[in-house]
């Protein structure tokens, strides 16, 4: 059992490096694309790859922690502690950044053929990554990896905003549509924040404390909220 243990922590640091690997990749793209088009939704875009990776070296940190049990519920803990934070401060970047573009304060996002080119290569990736890291985080019952997981389904999601903003853009002119859709995030991202940060798995139901499991199932939307299905209670 401890090898498998320790065999699928090595799957999911694999899984961690890999997004590092492809977050530095689209970081240095969507740059290089900001400088040619001036798009901010595209600036907004690499921004958020950074934050991803700070986020997947909180994870490297975390798998590699020493594994006896005192050290290994306290690792969790500050993981998850440190993963909520990046969420809240991604949401509180979103909402200045929409803001100040709805605003006038920031110039209009144009059109780039090598900005929708990653954006939509970052979707199949982020996708892939997000479902396998999901899987893991399940088996191994990881609140920190499940953490690290949404933060790339929420790039992932960002990624599918910023498109649509991009193309709403180029083929109607509506500037406004990519700040407007960045918005749609802010609560989820909010949400995921507060209850990452708080270190808070528990529900409490009758004065009974109720562990909830991490799910990866339709009933709770593949694990998209924290799952009150009475198969991931513990």
Same mark, same amino acid.
């Given at each position: 059992m401890y090898k498998v243990l320790q065999n699928l922590r090595r799957s999911a640091l694999i899984l961690v490096i890999i997004g590092l690997a492809w977050n530095l990749v689209e970081t240095a793209i969507a740059f290089w @694309?900001?400088?040619?088009?001036?798009?901010?939704? %595209?600036?907004?875009?690499?921004? &958020?790859?950074?934050? +991803?990776?700070?986020?997947? =070296?909180?994870?490297?940190w975390r798998l590699q922690a020493n594994k006896d049990d005192h050290n290994e519920v306290?690792? +969790?803990?500050?993981?998850?502690?440190?993963?909520?934070?990046?969420?809240l401060?991604?949401?509180?970047? #979103?909402? %200045?950044?929409?803001?100040?573009n709805l605003l006038g304060w920031l110039p209009q996002p144009e059109?780039?053929?090598? =900005?929708?080119?990653?954006?939509?290569?970052?979707?199949v990736v982020m996708t892939t990554l997000y479902i396998a890291k999901m899987?893991?985080?399940?088996? #191994?019952?990881?609140?920190?990896l499940r953490a690290e997981a949404m933060e790339t389904l929420f790039c992932d999601i960002q990624d599918l905003a910023i498109l649509i903003? %991009?193309?709403?853009? @180029?083929?109607?002119a509506w500037w406004w549509a990519d700040p407007v859709a960045s918005w749609i995030l802010i609560p989820f991202l909010i949400n995921e924040g507060i209850e990452n940060f708080?270190?808070? &798995?528990?529900? +409490? &139901? &009758?004065? +009974?404390?109720?562990?909830?499991?991490?799910?990866f199932e339709i009933n709770c939307l593949y694990g998209i909220i924290r799952c009150r299905a009475t198969c991931c209670e513990a």
């Open positions: @694309a900001t400088l040619q088009s001036g798009s901010v939704a %595209l600036l907004a875009f690499g921004l &958020d790859s950074i934050v +991803e990776l700070v986020a997947g =070296g909180i994870l490297v306290s690792a +969790e803990k500050r993981a998850q502690k440190l993963l909520g934070l990046t969420f401060l991604l949401a509180a970047y #979103i909402a %200045l950044h929409s803001s100040a059109p780039s053929p090598l =900005g929708i080119a990653i954006i939509v290569a970052s979707a899987r893991i985080a399940v088996r #191994i019952q990881s609140w920190s903003g %991009l193309a709403l853009n @180029a083929l109607f708080s270190g808070s &798995d528990h529900h +409490e &139901d &009758d004065n +009974e404390s109720i562990i909830r499991r991490v799910c």
